[in-house]
């Protein structure tokens, strides 16, 4: 980015920038890159939630049947989801790959990060887990985990991530207060 253009720039989105290139400068390398973005996708968190799952419903300590955490879970992240994208589709901010690491590409999603879909579902998700299926807290530093690994491969600024956990949380804890009003009445308990 020119220098002209960067005095364009509001102070918050000087600050966006200057630590995208601080990552890229210091900390960004292709295996890092290729390791975080195999490890960031949701079906990790789903290798890490399943046998914890089988182990709540072995041990009774399930408020509600197994086979309901997952579905309920995926689909308010998967609402989320479909909220984020729209977001990212309006708002079209291209993702530090291309202004700060100059990556040209071809794909269409390169031009939409803001807001950050995985740490959004991954926060919408960890919520659900945590408050609504007594999943232990530690759920929740894999939302954490999501986000820095973002930033740390360059496909996200720091606002997109922050913005991301603000609507997770949003969506997360409209799942909870759903859930807590619509599971008693599906499933008989209070």
Known sequence: MDKN????????ERIDYAIAVFIREKIHSPIL???LSRINRG???????????????YQGILPYPWWIVIPYAGLVAYANDRFVLVLK???ARKRPLITVAGKVDQNPDMKHSFPSAHASNSMTAALILVFLFGFPEWFLVLSLLAGIGRLLSLHHFPSDVLGGWLIGTCFGSLGFFLGRWLLPVLFGTT
């Not at 253009?5 to 918050?12: D, G, H, I, Q």
């Not at 079906?43 to 419903?57: G, N, R, T």
């Open 5 to 12: 253009t960067l005095e364009k720039l509001s102070a918050f």
């Open 33 to 35: 890159n290729r390791t």
């Open 43 to 57: 079906e990790i968190m789903l290798v890490l939630i399943l046998p914890y799952l089988a182990f709540a419903a």
């Open 89 to 91: 589709k309006l708002i």
